[in-house]
């Protein structure tokens, strides 16, 4: 008996997504993939990532939504301040000239991540579409870059999606040593201060992996996202006193 060849449900543009449950598992051809099709306008990635759904497609395909199971997460009090990093970030706060900034130059960060491929991939997933999609979220305060900057130069930063209190990391690139490594710890210390809990990673990387994020099931990321999500957005702006947050040992219990 040949195996069972999952279905896969086509969204018509605006149509809702299927419950995250729907997702292929292990076995099926792609782990996670949920749906394809619908559109990405501002109301369906609200919806989307509200639910724990994030798009992912490259050039040529439609676009295709995941919600994989389980989810790479980096509670932000398990963020690991390696030596080297906690010098690199001292002698960049110590610096005169460097900073960091959020929603400068939004669309500057995207088109750098979408110019910057992953390692092992000879292309990018941050299509122009996406480019569009993720600017028109961002105008409706919905995403949002975190930025490194020296001397008046943008050398490294990553964008994200803030829903309340739920953070989903997006991608992120660098132009000079630890420049993408400066903004995330930048977002931890934000979200510290903040009372963000996780910020959502997506993928298992060994990158991440390093720096404390960790896998956990999605019914339990999905779970948190649904009460994080419906508190008050914080401030998106960086103050360097937050920077404070950052070398404070914190409780893991959040």
């Known amino acids: 008996m040949k195996p069972r060849r999952p279905t896969l449900p086509w969204l018509a543009p605006g149509e809702a997504l299927p419950p995250v449950t729907q997702a292929w598992g292990p076995d099926d051809p792609a782990p996670g993939l949920l749906a394809a099709g619908g559109s990405l306008d501002v109301d369906s990635l609200r919806a989307a990532y509200g639910r724990g759904v994030y798009p992912w497609f490259s050039e040529g395909q439609p ?4 919600s994989p199971d389980p989810r790479m ?13 906690r010098k690199t970030l001292q002698r960049f706060i110590a610096t005169p000239g460097c900073e960091v900034r959020f929603d400068s130059a939004f669309g500057d960060v995207v088109r750098a991540c979408a110019a910057s491929p992953r390692a092992g991939q000879s292309g990018t997933w941050i299509v122009p579409e996406m480019v569009r999609a993720y600017e028109d979220l961002h105008a409706a305060g919905s995403a949002h870059s975190v930025e490194t900057w020296v001397d008046g130069a943008l050398v490294g930063g990553l964008y994200c999606v803030g829903l309340g209190r739920a953070v989903f990391g997006e991608s992120m690139f660098a132009r000079a040593t630890d420049a993408s490594k400066i903004a995330l710890a930048a977002l931890v210390a934000w979200c510290r201060v903040h009372g963000v809990a996780q910020i959502d990673c997506q993928q298992n990387t060994r990158h991440l992996a390093s720096l404390g994020a960790a896998e956990m099931p999605r019914a339990d990321f999905v779970s948190r996202l649904r009460q994080d999500a419906l508190e008050p957005d914080p401030p998106w702006c960086f103050d360097p006193v937050y920077w404070s947050a950052l070398f404070t040992p914190v409780s893991r219990t959040a």
């Open 73 to 85: 997460v980096l509670q932000t009090p398990a963020f690991r301040l390696h030596r080297s990093l």
């Open 63 to 66: 676009i295709l939504w995941w």
